[in-house]
């Protein structure tokens, strides 16, 4: 089953290439708000879906001392940030 995108905010860096840099992202979760600082970007992929445009970042984040690898989702088109 493949998981559901839901929606985060998100701290950004765009550098002046005009490249989008996620540095955090806060989700809610059971009532709790919980913030992820981005320790390392592995990959970034450019999508194109039927009326938009999106960039996918596969994403490093130290949480209680383990690595977790997940990925967030920018659709340019709706400067809407999404996690899953």
Avoid at 11 to 38: A, C, H, M, S, W
Wanted: net charge positive; charged share 25%.
């Amino acid at each position: 089953m493949v998981a559901k995108w839901t929606s985060v905010d998100a701290i950004t860096y765009f550098g002046r290439d005009g490249v989008i840099k996620p540095l955090k992202v806060r989700l809610q979760e059971n009532g709790e708000t919980i913030v992820l600082k981005i320790d390392k970007i592995l990959s970034v992929e450019k999508m194109y879906t039927v009326g938009y445009t999106s960039y996918i970042y596969e994403c490093n984040a130290i949480i209680f001392n383990n690595i977790k690898t997940f990925k967030i989702r920018f659709i340019s088109d709706k400067n809407l940030w999404e996690m899953r």
